[in-house]
């Protein structure tokens, strides 16, 4: 157990709709990662937190949009969803997302989208 | 940009070793991660190299050539809990602290 928190641990929606990931960080981590995992596409990082502020952006969809509120959880939001959005999205924290740093990876929530 | 290469799938014998290699191209080299994930599971971190050499840890070793652009991960004695995906990650100097993934290595550890 990583000690980083996700919910839900599955979600089944429908194409066009909007679904709301959330993830908690480890104890006295400030720092949040997003990442999807796709079967063909392997890990790929969405977007980072530091202490609520956005630090760095990947491939990360317009539809996609993702926040880190003061308590230091994170909520990813994906809207107008498609089938190709049907993935593992984990969510990682860091002490204060420096170089060096483990990132420490939680539970994932899988996405399937019908 | 950063690319990684891995092999797709290995397999190996129950106490045996195995070498899973990781190649990267990428523009300023801020340290290599290595990964363990089980089928549908969180990665979990196994190792990290910033400068050129061997770390040991238990059963797992990790190599790292900076002039090479070159890693491995050496499994000893393997068990056949270590069937699993092995992710090689790298670190550039980038904004943020952005790890980009390789496919990973699928390791099949047989009786």
């Known amino acids: 157990d990583s000690g980083v928190t996700q919910t839900p641990k599955h979600l089944i929606t429908a194409t066009g709709q909007r679904v709301t990931l959330r993830c908690s960080p480890r104890?006295?981590?400030?720092?949040v990662y997003w990442y999807q995992q796709s079967l063909d596409q392997g890990l790929q990082f969405l977007i980072q937190y530091y202490n609520g502020e956005e630090r760095a952006k990947g491939n990360i969809l317009e539809r996609f949009s993702a926040q880190q509120f003061p308590d230091l959880h994170s909520e990813l939001n994906l809207s107008s969803l498609e089938l190709g959005d049907s993935a593992l999205y984990f969510c990682a924290s860091s002490v204060q997302g420096q170089a060096g740093e483990t990132q420490y990876f939680g539970p994932g929530t899988r996405l399937l989208v019908l | 940009g950063q690319n990684i290469d891995q092999p797709t799938e290995m397999t190996a014998t129950e106490g045996a070793i195995v070498q899973i290699n990781c190649t990267y191209q990428t523009s300023g080299f801020n340290g290599l991660f290595w990964y363990q994930q089980h089928a549908g599971e969180a990665p979990t971190f196994l190792s990290y190299n910033v400068l050129d050499g061997l770390e040991e840890k238990g059963r797992f070793s990790s190599f790292l050539s900076r002039s090479k652009g070159y890693s491995y991960l050496l499994l000893k004695e393997l068990q056949m809990k270590d069937s699993a995906s092995y992710l090689c990650a790298v670190r550039g100097r980038a904004a943020g602290n952005k790890l980009t993934f390789g496919g990973g290595t699928r390791v099949l550890v047989k009786p």
């Open positions: 104890s006295g981590d400030l720092s």
